[in-house]
């Protein structure tokens, strides 16, 4: 699995990448520039979908595994999408206001091809892949749902259940990790292929992480206020355990791992 990442800052498109090691300690690789303003760069891949939400732009490229970014191809799609998901190679856009969706794929030029369209609930704050299953999930009330992506786009519905209201982050690192940032408290969790969740384990982190990364089974922590990092794993009882601690530059908007 690739280990490269990509850190962007949106108000002036500057790039950084980098690789995160197995023993948790981060390595800097190569610096660039972009397109600034997009608000969602999703990977697939080594490949990477980059979106504006108010124009519809899109654009793909690639990394390297000496984190070298090479532009791919460009398009249009609809605005307004608030989430996008992958699931291997195909993707679920969602509108939060209205819980329209679509889905498509991107094969490895990066050319975008849509697949079906449709609706669910409107108002999930989280979507989040486990292999094939996306867990839904809504802060102010806690309630989650699930649901299968097919390779042919069409999404099916599986389960529902409710947990604590308040996560700012879940994350997939084998187990899935919830995340307070107010407060650092922790849990994890697993969904198995029938959208069943179960729960795992509990803890306390450090409170105002604006960013967790899954990279494999382990995760990047950053605030984008001071640049300060430190990196975890998840064991497959759901126990967290730190490993790393450093610092990168402050104010990074948008950090991705990239997922082969």
Do not use: C, Q
């Not at 300690?25 to 608000?39: C, I, Q, V, Y």
């Not at 699930?146 to 042919?152: I, R």
């Not at 307070?180 to 994890?188: F, K, L, N, Y």
């Amino acid at each position: 699995m690739s280990r490269e990442m990509l850190f962007y800052r949106a108000d002036d498109g500057l790039i950084a990448t980098g690789r995160l090691g197995t023993d948790g300690r981060f390595n800097g690789l190569a610096d660039g520039k972009l397109s600034p303003h997009w608000t969602h760069i999703v990977p697939i891949g080594r490949e990477l979908l980059f979106y504006r939400a108010g124009d519809g732009v899109i654009a793909t490229g690639r990394i390297d595994t000496n984190g070298i970014f090479s532009e791919l191809a460009e398009g249009r799609l609809s605005t307004g999408w608030t989430h996008i998901v992958p699931v291997g190679r195909e993707l679920l856009f969602y509108r939060s206001d209205t819980g329209v969706i679509a889905t498509g794929r991107i094969d490895t030029n990066g050319i975008f091809s849509e697949l079906a369209e449709g609706r669910l609930s409107p108002h999930w704050t989280h979507i989040v892949p486990v292999g094939r299953v996306l867990l839904f999930y809504r802060s102010d009330s806690g309630v989650i749902a699930t649901g299968n992506l097919s390779t042919n786009g069409i999404f099916t519905e599986l389960a529902e259940g409710r947990l604590s209201t308040g996560w700012t982050h879940i994350e997939p690192l084998g187990a899935e990790l919830f995340y307070r940032s107010d407060t650092g408290v922790i849990a994890t969790g697993r969904i198995d292929t029938d959208g069943i969740f179960t729960e795992l384990a509990e803890g306390r982190l450090s409170s105002g992480w604006t960013h967790i990364v899954p990279v494999g089974e382990e995760a990047l922590f950053y605030r984008a206020g001071n640049g300060d990092i430190a990196t975890g794993r998840i064991d497959t009882e759901g126990v967290f355990t730190e490993l790393a601690e450093g610092g990168l530059s402050p104010d990074w908007t948008v950090i991705v791992a990239l997922t082969a």
